[in-house]
């Protein structure tokens, strides 16, 4: 019985504090919130090391890349690292059959040999500042919903314009806590980015979509850039005349390598978290949402990869699209899994309980919260069905190629309508549009679009609610007798937009009565009037449920955090700089299973598989590990470590985030989590989440033996 009693007690200190590992912290906090935690946890750096406004600091050599990667500087020349994938475009789009970077990767020897990037930024932060009571200013209790919104907006207008006055940096303000609190982040954004380097797909996509969200991981997710400046050393357009930019700070890299439960944390820019839904909302995802969306993705990859296997040329023009729906599609099956084995709907369930008992103990605690659980039901009750609308519409309405190249068509159309519009002018648009078109077919295969749109089309009619479908949808139902195989055949051997031929014959000498063909044309009406539908009956609704939304969970992140005064809150991701701490582990994904924390070159070799895409070696690296020539860069243990695993807190977004060490050193890229684990975004589990990073000494031997470019290393600063 005392036993009892005291494991009880335990349970209450213990759910009042947070784990460790959960979290993605604001840099300017952490010295209030989280430098102690750190440091009992192993840290030997201090809060001002990472974040500091006075000094150079950490935060001076993270780099937001592009907008949705993050990226970090290694050298006092604006080298900078991040993953492969997050590359993938930039390399894709230097590559030609003559010059394929892709597969044989890159590497520039000398600085003129680096690539320039029409369009990549990287942004790095000045400073970051509370600016709640200002964006706040002039609402009180009684303004409306409506009325608030205006006000904050013309507020961050006039505050971000005041705040970069004179300067050339960018001033971006940033909700928190669904409108609790807001942060402004004032940036340097810089705007000449080249690639210096990128090993082959073979290292950097090796294990491609068999094993992309797994444990164990082989991948060599990396790729390497350089940010440029004017000769003044501020951002400016690329141009020759260009120098690479001298940070405030550059990562010291080590090679000293670690072992389990070392400190580690992850500096970068995670996208986004829903920590506060609620067990409706988490059920709305797990139950209609991801099920819609993993059925139909999962029709369209097996039809992609059949014609993948047969065809090269198809592999070339679908890698990218494959990886982008399998990416979805993946992580959405391990969230579900997540979320059931986690119990998260029934153990939100009880804490909306708790919630509920707690917001009508008192007066005014009833007056501000008494209804919000009974309102929350309210709004999700009647917005279930428009979200479940939405996804058809995306997974299998727009997902199809030709239809969101038709829609892309309609500024045409527009200008064609105007009275005003000459035939020259509507001539010289059309022109205008002939590089989009050739660009848009070299990587489109007819056939595999037919088989989706049969497939999704059918499923779209059979499986969602009639009454929120589209006219168009029921109309191809009803004339093909429901045989969407027939459809797709008929539709897609009549239409304008699946054959690069007669696009092409209709944009070089456009007429403004063309514009009728295209009106008639069986995709284009179909495409145009279920966007019609979304926009008018989904989209709209949406819009009004959110607003509503967006100020229930303001108010119920509040009053949590009201209920547990004790506990450490942290707002959900929303794509501004993060730190997030674990330490190195290993875990148990089932019964009678445990996952080592790292992997070597030794699994390279042990998943190669010449016949499988995924699986082929590359057979430089290959003789690297023949000869186990791996220069400074092996582990203390002899073996060439690749990947490894950590607790840190992690989401989309954090690709290529710097992952380091007690020392603040930098010892890994991170690009993924685990299968297991991608339930963190709604529920983070300490016994099953982790984040997956390369090994920085595997990138040193990569850039180093394999490619022959012993310059970048010579640039960075390496203690051993
Ligand atoms: N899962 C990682 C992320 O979410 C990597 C994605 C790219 N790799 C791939 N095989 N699709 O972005
Ligand atoms: N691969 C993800 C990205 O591109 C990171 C993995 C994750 O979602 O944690 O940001």
Redesign the pocket.
């Known amino acids: 019985m005392k036993k009892i009693l005291i494991s009880i007690a335990f349970l209450i200190v213990a759910q009042s504090f947070m784990r460790a590992d959960e979290g993605m912290w604001i840099p300017m906090l952490l010295k209030q919130q989280n430098e102690k935690d750190m440091r009992a946890n192993g840290m030997r750096i201090s809060a001002d090391d990472i974040y500091s406004i006075n000094n150079a600091s950490l935060k001076d050599a993270i780099v937001l890349f592009g907008r949705g990667c993050t990226g970090e500087i290694v050298s006092d020349k604006g080298l900078m690292l991040t993953n492969h ?1 997050c590359g993938y475009g930039n390399i894709q789009q230097h590559s030609s059959l003559e010059f394929n970077y892709l597969e044989k990767g890159f590497w520039a020897m000398s600085l003129d040999e680096e690539l320039p990037n029409k369009g990549l930024t990287a942004t790095i932060l000045i400073r970051m500042e509370d600016v709640t009571k200002a964006v706040l200013e002039g609402i009180t209790n009684q303004t409306s919903e409506s009325e608030r919104a205006k006000i904050v907006e013309k507020n961050i207008e006039k505050i971000t314009k005041e705040a970069v006055k004179g300067t050339h940096y960018s001033a971006v303000i940033k909700p928190f806590y669904y409108g609790n609190q807001y942060f402004m982040y004032i940036n340097e954004i810089f705007k000449d980015i080249r690639l210096v380097g990128a090993p082959p797909s073979n290292i950097g ?1 090796f294990g ?2 068999t094993d ?2 797994m444990w164990p991981r082989h991948t060599g997710d990396f790729s390497v850039f350089r940010i440029y400046t004017g000769p003044d050393g501020k951002p400016a357009e690329f141009s020759k005349d260009n120098i690479p930019y001298k940070p405030k700070k550059h990562l010291t890299i080590s090679t000293k390598g670690y072992k389990k439960d070392d400190f580690t944390f992850v500096f970068g820019y995670p996208g986004t978290t829903e920590q506060f839904l609620t067990s409706q909302a988490v059920a709305l995802k797990t139950v209609y949402e991801n099920p819609i969306a993993i059925q139909l993705r999962e029709e369209r990859l097996n039809i992609i990869k059949k014609h993948m296997d047969s065809d090269p040329l198809i592999r070339i023009q679908y890698a990218a699209k494959v ?1 982008s729906i ?2 979805g599609w993946k ?1 959405w099956i391990g969230e579900n899994r997540g979320i059931k084995r986690l119990n998260t709907i029934s153990e939100k369930q009880v804490l909306e309980a708790k919630f509920n008992a707690w917001a009508n103990a008192t007066p005014e605690r009833k007056a501000e919260y008494g209804n919000l659980m009974a309102d929350f039901k309210k709004v999700y009750d009647k917005a279930t069905p428009y979200y479940v609308s939405y996804k058809y519409f995306s997974e299998a309405a727009y997902s199809i190629e030709a239809v969101r190249y038709a829609l892309s068509l309609r500024s045409l159309i527009y200008l064609a309508e105007k009275k005003e519009t000459t035939e020259t002018a509507v001539k010289t648009h059309a022109q205008a549009l002939i590089d989009a078109a050739k660009s848009h077919f070299k990587g489109y295969q007819q056939v595999i679009d037919k088989e989706s749109f049969a497939v999704a089309t059918r499923i779209y009619f059979e499986n969602h609610d009639s009454q929120y479908q589209p006219q168009a949808l029921k109309d191809i139902a009803k004339k093909y007798k429901n045989n969407f195989d027939r459809a797709a055949e008929d539709i897609f051997s009549k239409s304008l937009f699946t054959s690069e031929e007669k696009m092409l014959a209709l944009l070089q000498n456009f007429k403004k009565k063309d514009v009728k063909k295209i009106k008639k044309d069986p995709i284009y009406t179909y495409a145009e009037e279920t966007i019609n539908h979304y926009r008018e009956e989904i989209y709209s609704a949406l819009m009004e449920v959110e607003e509503k939304i967006d100020h229930l969970y303001r108010l119920y992140s509040k009053g949590l955090m009201e209920m547990m005064p004790d506990k450490l809150f942290y707002p959900d991701a929303n794509m501004t700089l993060r730190v997030t701490y674990g330490k190195v582990d290993d875990y148990y994904p089932y019964d009678g299973v445990r996952y080592h924390y790292f992997t070597t070159l030794d699994g390279i070799m042990e998943k190669e598989n010449p016949d499988v895409y995924d699986y082929i070696v590359e057979p430089k690296l290959k003789e690297l590990w023949k000869a186990k020539d791996y220069g400074s860069y092996a582990d203390k243990d002899g073996s060439m470590h690749v990947v490894f695993i950590a607790s840190n807190h992690t989401t ?1 977004g954090n ?1 290529g985030s710097p992952v380091l060490n007690a020392d603040g050193h930098l010892i890994g890229i991170n ?2 989590r685990n299968w297991e684990g991608t339930m963190s975004d709604v529920q983070y589990d300490p016994d099953q989440c982790r984040n997956i990073s390369i090994d920085i000494r595997y990138c040193l031997f990569i850039i180093d033996k394999l490619a022959g470019a012993k310059h970048l290393i010579d640039e960075m600063t390496i203690v051993n």
Do not use: L
């Open positions: 994938h996509k491609g979509d992309n969200w990886a399998a990416n992580k989309g690709s690009f993924d």
